[in-house]
């Protein structure tokens, strides 16, 4: 027999985050991602949970789980434990562009995104005004997930 309620059950994976928020705070969690993502092949990542339609992202805390609602537009950037961006042998067809940002808080960042589009739509700009509030950046610390409403401006990196 099946149980009616385990029918009802989405799986999901944890992924470890650590929010920085606009206000200076710092908030490490845990964010749940859906195995299968609704709007693209794959899994579902986490800038895909944050350019959600939904204005509340929840977090759960990494010691009590815990479910804090974080308002997204209050988050400047989300620090991520591992790469989310590609599934284990999933081939990289995308155009690396290195950058540098620098946020309203006057942080500087620098890094690479990844601009999966046709050649002609390539350009650091294309990227930045396709729509989505929240992007991948890829640093030397890590992989971050930046909000683009903190973004004040940036340029393609010079790399010698």
Known sequence: MVNEQDSLVVSKREVR????????????????????????????????VLNGL????????VNDGKCTL???????IVELDEPDLAEVGETDLSDHRKVVLVLADAVQLTGT?????PPERARTLDFLNRGERFFYLETA????????????CARDHDVE
Request: with cysteine; charged share 15%.
């Open 17 to 48: 985050v650590v929010l920085q928020l606009s206000t200076g705070q710092r908030v490490p969690g845990v964010v749940h991602c859906n195995m299968r993502s609704a709007v693209h092949h794959g899994r579902e990542r986490v800038k895909d």
């Open 54 to 61: 939904n204005a509340m992202l929840p977090v759960h805390g």
């Open 70 to 76: 974080f308002n997204k537009s209050y988050i400047e």
């Open 113 to 117: 995104i990844l601009v999966s589009t």
């Open 141 to 152: 610390q890590g992989s971050r997930v930046i909000a683009l409403q903190h973004v004040v």
